[in-house]
């Protein structure tokens, strides 16, 4: 964990950063420097590119990461990585053309919906497949365990270009349509800094030799495609299906509210760089003990990470809705219901490494294929009834059905699972100090409110984490910390 903790931190520190920049772009620039209609269009062009994009990059950014440690040799290595990067173009073509041959439908499809979207679908297909190859890149990097440069690309990188772009926008050095088409060359861009990041770490001779063990390099893609995909459409279906059944603009305030929860998965996202290869080795050595204290220990560590972020936004929820326009504010009870879903996929530590690098990623293809279909019903049903609620609503009990899953399958077939005592004592302090502070306001301006009440909240949570232990890994660190000072 010492390894995981090390990079991870720098992990953390970087998407944070770019979590930060992200915060400003969603809640204050793009609310203020575009008109609603045009921010719920950009939220639904790159929500409708995320479920495209696994399906482009067919799985072989997870593939590359369970089978390259296996080999031995250059030469074999030389071979995964050349299947590796003509597959994704492969299936781009092949939806490329299903696309292009069904353009008419897709026009018709928006005509009787959001018209603004027609002029912009190809776009959804060039950043689906920028976003591809750039996963692959960076799949590359991390499977030599150097995942801080493709962190830096992949969370802060764009998010810098959109400020700069939006900020083009207001003094009018750009009009909206332009600003579209520039945050596409954006994505592009980040795709070939990846590459050529990536071929500096090591650069393969290229060749058309195929390896050896290219029928289950193949199933694996397919699955892990699928499976992946799940993941996705569980992420980003809800906006999509809101552009269906809504005005677009309600994309953009149930956008808001989802990147305020997405906070959260922040520590997860960080430590998963470094934590998916090192899994996938100790998969491939067999060694369950360390597997299972890992699991543990992960799990541990990103819920007392987690837990406060979780307790920061609910108690600073009101005083940040006083900052933004009226018309952007929402329920609390939608941020709560997203919350809890990065809550609960941060308590699962390194699950999703285990049984995707396993050879159970089967059984979560199958629960996951059942619960995209779920979803999309919950949505159906839901949307129409409750509008932008009934979305948050249908995500929760996707992704609590989904997770509990997950936790099922690592326990049935490793006899293992993440939690502990410790795990009980972390949930029910967190909810007491939501509780405690969720109505108690200071008299004074919003930005003040929110950094007493923050600074009060998170003092309170160090000193009894550290106190009674939650984190023993964590624990270390801050140690390390406080001897350095």
Not at 334 to 339: F, G
Not at 374 to 402: C, K
Request: overall charge positive.
């Amino acid at each position: 964990m010492g390894v995981i903790l090390n990079q991870s931190l720098k992990n953390v520190i970087t998407t944070y950063f770019g979590f930060g920049i992200g915060a400003v772009n969603t809640l204050f620039l793009f609310t203020y420097f575009l008109d609603k209609e045009y921010y719920g269009l950009v939220s639904f062009l790159l929500s409708a590119a995320n479920l495209i994009w696994p399906l482009m990059a067919f799985g072989v950014h997870n593939t590359l990461v369970k089978f390259y440690s296996t080999y031995k040799t250059d030469s074999d290595r030389d071979k995964l990585l050349n299947l590796i990067l003509i597959l994704p173009i492969g299936v781009s073509i092949i939806l490329g053309s299903i696309g292009f041959f069904s353009y008419g439908f897709l026009l018709d499809y928006f005509e009787a919906g959001n018209q603004l979207v027609q002029p912009y679908i190809w776009l959804i297909f060039v950043i689906a497949l920028a976003t591809a190859y750039f996963e692959v890149f960076f799949a590359w990097s991390k499977v030599n365990y150097q995942s801080v440069f493709g962190n830096f690309m992949k969370e802060v990188f764009h998010r810098i270009c959109i400020t700069l772009l939006l900020f083009s926008v207001y003094f009018s050095w750009l009009s909206v349509e332009q600003f579209i088409y520039a945050m596409v060359l954006v994505f592009i861009f980040r795709a070939i800094a990846m590459q050529v990041y990536a071929f500096s770490l090591y650069k393969p001779k290229f060749g058309f030799e195929l390896p050896e063990n290219l029928s289950s390099i193949l199933k694996y893609s397919v699955l892990i495609l699928i499976a992946g995909s799940v993941a996705m459409i569980l992420l980003d279906l809800d906006k999509v299906m809101i552009e269906h059944y809504l005005p677009i603009e309600n994309v953009a305030v149930y956008g808001i509210a989802v990147y305020i929860a997405t906070v959260i998965s922040v520590p997860q996202k960080a430590m998963h760089q470094i934590m998916h290869p090192l899994t996938a080795s100790l998969l491939n050595a067999r060694d369950k003990v360390a597997l299972a204290d890992l699991y543990k220990r992960s799990s541990l560590s990103l819920l007392v990470i987690s837990a406060i972020i979780f307790i920061l936004i609910i108690v600073n929820l009101n005083q940040l809705y006083a900052l933004i326009p009226e018309e952007y504010q929402i329920s609390t009870s939608i941020v709560l219901l997203i919350s809890l879903v990065k809550l609960y996929d941060n308590m699962l530590g390194n699950n999703n490494s285990i049984l995707f690098n396993s050879d159970y990623y089967r059984l979560v293809l199958i629960f996951g294929v059942v619960l995209a279909i779920l979803a999309f019903v919950f949505n159906i049903i839901l949307i129409p009834e409750f509008g932008i609620m009934g979305a948050a609503v249908a995500t929760f009990l996707a992704f609590a059905i989904y997770n509990t899953s997950k936790i099922f399958i690592v326990l049935r077939k490793f006899k293992m699972h993440p939690f502990s005592v410790k795990t009980v004592y972390i949930l029910l302090f967190s909810a007491m100090l939501t509780i405690g502070f969720y109505f108690w306001e200071f008299p004074f301006h919003p930005l003040i409110n929110i950094t007493l009440k923050s600074i009060l909240v998170s003092i309170i949570y160090i000193l009894v984490a550290v106190k009674f232990n939650f984190s023993e890994d964590i624990n270390i660190q801050f140690s390390k910390y406080l001897n350095r000072r």
